[in-house]
């Protein structure tokens, strides 16, 4: 009878070890592709995260006057200052947004949570800081160099700022695969290609890469798509200057334009692969130095021009200095 009981015991310890196996090794298969929380996009991560988008409310770094600030646009296109810290490498999940208040050789940089509305600002870690900065599912990845080491590297810690730790991931492209996990190195393969020095933005079965040029101009300079194991390369449009940003179904970019004085944006419909001209702007030969894409807002940054905000469907084109000058009116 007990040795009866003892072999029920064991089979059902078997089988319990066996579904627990299972459900692990299913979760960690699945885990890639079930929802995760980013605190930014590989467009705004390529465009130096100088906005957010958190419940259809624009966040975003500004200079009014000569002082930084952190704004929000709100659903209601009210422009509210929320916070008189400036910073780099904007994030936002949840109630919370995450940045860099960056210093250069000053002194050390501080990575800073605050609450949406600007109140409750930590800083979570201050130290040589200075290379982007990454919050997916409740962890913060950031570049940093420790006393006495010569080059940054990806650390880790939680939103709350325990448990640093380095990481085995290496600088420029894991950033963007942090924020592509169903990717990985083992699935993104540019050996037979040159594209290695290029944005990526993965879509479907296509990633879609700025490809620049050896040139000092941006007439060389080219957006293409391949497929996932870098094949079948297919040139999209030429002249490009900006790095391109995938939003919903699109795939924005700037083009110079014959004249080398104005440029173009332009959106591709990834499903239909049509592209659509939205607005033409004056650069005075000043180039492009962000493109970025969020809450139904296009945001380009023209060296010694400053920042301009338009509609998604170019429509609406303001340039930010003067939106500021909207608040308490």
Known sequence: ?????NKSKIKKILFTVIVLTIGVVGFYLIKPYLPHDYGTTTGNFMN???MV????????FASNDGEDGLYKLDNNSKVIKISDQGGIYLNGVGDYLYFIDWYGAVKDSQIVKVKRDGSASQILFEGDVGSYLVVVDQKIYFGYKPEGDDYLKIYSMTTDGKGLRKTNLWQGS???LLLTPQMSDKNVDFSETDYTRTNMQIRGKYIYLYQLSEAATHEYDKLYRVK???TEAEFLADRVTAF????????????LNEDAGSVTISKMNLETEEHEKLVEIETNGEDILWLDVAADKICITIEKMGDYLLNT???GLIKVSDLLEQIGN
């Open 1 to 5: 009878m007990n040795k009866r009981n």
């Open 313 to 315: 469907d170019g429509t």
């Open 174 to 176: 894991s950033f963007q």
């Open 53 to 60: 988008e958190l419940d259809g409310e624009l966040y975003f």
């Open 244 to 255: 391109n940003v995938a939003e919903d179904n699109y795939l924005y970019y700037t083009q």
């Open 228 to 230: 996932k194991n870098g």
């Open 48 to 50: 130096g995260q100088a």
